[in-house]
């Protein structure tokens, strides 16, 4: 099973700084990662997919990059929307596992 | 409008039975492959099952093996959990997911949850 660990655990942000999410993989799994967004309530959304590919009708603002074990997750320009709490997941191999998640926080 | 919703989150007994339903709408059902996910209270989004398109490939997490059951019915666009032997670490809030692409399994779409309580 690959493990997929993210940190930080929470970040603090002021809103218009950039924010760096990381997600390590326990192995090497090309660019079969994907970024989801989920708010209290509401359904988690897919962002990136491919470590780098937003998914339709994501803000520019948002980017993925790396690929075998590290990755991240970044947001330029932080709007009051982009507080959440943020997973990776990768699907190289089965079972399909995500990391514990980055709690995205007012600072 | 697209969506997915579940159904069927309650309160369960340790070594009973619960099912969960994920009614889609808004896209055709039934040329997707589903998951069921959940998250346990302070725990990461954990894999639970998974079904083919047309029902006839199904998948589990070890930790659920043998005590739940997945299953869809195409003409009502509906996805089901049969979850059975109920332990308390099944304890936790279970969404739907649509899986993209027989060849990528990430997913697109996902439903808002249903809590699943166990105790006694």
């Known amino acids: 099973e690959i493990v997929m660990t993210q940190s930080p655990a929470t970040l603090s942000v002021s809103p218009g700084e950039r924010a760096t999410l990381s997600c390590r993989a326990s192995q090497s799994m090309s660019s079969n990662l994907a970024w989801y967004q989920r708010k209290p309530g509401q359904a988690p959304r897919l962002l990136i997919y491919?470590?780098?590919f937003r998914a339709t009708g994501v803000p520019a603002r948002f980017s993925g990059s790396g690929s075998g074990t590290e990755f991240t997750l970044t947001i330029s320009s932080l709007q009051s929307e982009d507080f959440a709490v943020y997973y990776c997941?990768?699907?190289?191999?089965?079972?399909?596992?995500f990391g514990q998640g980055t709690k995205l926080e007012i600072k | 409008e697209v969506q997915l919703v579940e159904s069927g989150g309650d309160l369960g007994q340790p070594g009973g039975s619960l099912r969960l339903s994920c009614a889609a709408s808004?896209?055709?059902?039934?040329?997707?492959?589903f998951h069921w996910v959940r998250q346990a209270p302070g725990k990461g989004l954990e894999y639970v099952s998974a079904i083919s398109s047309n029902g006839g490939d199904t998948y589990y997490a070890n930790s659920v093996q043998g005590r739940f059951t997945i299953s869809r019915d195409n003409s009502k666009n509906t996805l089901y959990l049969q979850m059975g032997s109920l332990r308390a670490e099944d304890m936790a809030v279970y969404y739907c997911a649509r899986v993209v692409s027989s060849t990528s399994d990430y997913f697109d779409l996902w439903g808002r949850g249903t809590l699943v309580t166990v105790s006694s």
């Open positions: 491919g470590a780098s």
């Open positions: 997941q990768q699907y190289k191999n089965w079972p399909l596992t």
């Open positions: 808004g896209f055709a059902f039934s040329t997707y492959a």
